[in-house]
């Protein structure tokens, strides 16, 4: 089983659809946890941090549920830029940061 | 002010060649990450340092690599021999350890093709 699993892509959606994308760990103690989003031949960038409580940065919500060692990401309204691949990353002990295999999100006029 | 910094962009190189990819964290950072990404497998963590120790290079694929940090702004990768296998980006990032979330800072990454 893999580390960190998400769910298969591609998304195609259209603009101003909502959008949610799931991902799994398998390591129970990890610590933090983070979406990343990442653009065709270019590097991952940090998108939001991923709290316990949940959290929201305008058209993004993600959720955290410890006891089922689950990640989603939400996103309301897509827009076209929204298109990329997004990343689920997982801390495991000493600062290792895991990543899953990646979701593409292609958002359509 | 300056992001991690990732040298070669690109390389082309032949079947049992010695690469060498070169990174430079950002100024401050205390962590440092080597990635590989393919279409098949994705993200792969290949080794990360903190503080210029190697912690865990279990990522790492096999003899043929190696990676060093001699300092606290400078990390080598190499491959010797390299093999078509090898091509892939290979990201380095740097992070400040003990900060809220560890939030990493990757490079432009090194696009690596071996014929």
């Known amino acids: 089983r893999k580390e960190v699993e998400q769910d298969p892509g591609p998304f195609n959606v259209p603009e101003g659809a909502t959008v949610a994308f799931n991902c799994t760990y398998s390591?129970?103690?990890?610590?933090?946890f983070f979406w990343y989003r990442q653009d065709c031949r270019k590097e991952p960038k940090l998108l939001m941090s991923v709290y316990s409580s949940g959290n929201e940065d305008g058209r993004f919500t993600a959720q955290l549920n410890r006891a089922s060692q689950y990640i989603s990401l939400l996103i309301r309204d897509s827009k076209l830029s929204d298109s990329a691949t997004y990343l689920c990353?997982?801390?495991?002990?000493?600062?290792?940061?895991?990543f899953g295999q990646g979701t593409e999100l292609s958002v359509k006029p | 002010d300056a992001g991690v910094i990732q040298s070669p962009r690109h390389e082309v190189t032949e079947m049992g060649q010695e690469v060498t990819l070169r990174c430079k964290p950002i100024s401050g950072h205390n962590s440092l990450f080597w990635y590989r990404q393919t279409m098949m497998r994705g993200l792969e963590l290949l080794i990360y340092f903190n503080n210029n120790v190697p912690i865990d290079d279990s990522g790492m694929p096999e003899d043929r690599f190696s990676a060093k940090m001699p300092n606290a702004s400078f990390s080598t990768l190499k491959i010797q021999p390299s093999e078509p296998r090898d091509s892939a980006v290979y990201f380095c990032a740097s992070s400040l350890r003990g900060n809220s979330g560890n939030t990493i800072y990757f490079g432009e990454g090194s696009w690596l093709t071996v014929v």
């Open positions: 390591n129970s103690a990890s610590q933090s």
């Open positions: 990353v997982v801390n495991a002990q000493g600062g290792k940061l895991i």
